[in-house]
């Protein structure tokens, strides 16, 4: 911060400017903390019923409602949804699936690897449709400046001798 004296100039009622750092704007989303309930399974055998899918979830927190998507005929298609009745549950049981050291013993307990269950937050498909072309944005503008066009080098100019330039 820079105090500069006006007073010889006429200048502001105390005859002082102060001049501090651009702070910007207080973001109030900066400070919410995103809550949801609502979580997205995949990668559970075909055979799961939604008491099993439940019992893999509850010791988490109070499960409300499981559902596991089926087909026509009434096969699994292989993922669900599990609603619990606080957020704070379905943030643990995200967390603790993304984990990379999932122990075996458990693997062998539920009969599939747990390594191998998927577990998200669940998001209506436009959101997830703007999640991914706003990634494929930033790809492409982070790739933007790795590609240079260079023209009118000499016509015996080889590769190696670029190579050398750049």
Not at 32 to 38: L, V
Request: neutral net charge; aromatic residues 14%.
């Amino acid at each position: 911060m820079d105090k500069y004296d006006l007073s010889s100039d006429g200048g502001g009622a105390d005859g002082t400017l102060t001049v501090m750092e651009y702070q910007g704007k207080k973001s109030v989303l900066t400070t919410h903390k995103r809550c949801f309930n609502n979580v997205y399974v995949k990668g559970f055998p075909v055979e799961y019923t939604e008491e099993m899918l439940e019992d893999l979830f509850k010791e988490f927190g109070k499960v409300q409602n499981t559902a596991i998507m089926r087909d026509g005929g009434g096969v699994s298609k292989g993922f669900g949804f599990v609603c619990f009745e606080d957020s704070t549950s379905a943030e643990k049981a995200t967390q603790y699936y993304q984990r990379p050291e999932i122990t075996p013993t458990a693997d062998e307990a539920l009969g599939f690897k747990v390594s191998d269950l998927y577990v998200r937050e669940a998001k209506k498909k436009s959101v997830r449709v703007h999640e991914l072309q706003m990634n494929n944005f930033k790809y492409k503008k982070s790739i933007m400046y790795f590609s240079l066009f260079v023209k009118n080098f000499p016509l015996g100019t080889t590769e190696e001798e670029l190579r050398l330039y750049f």
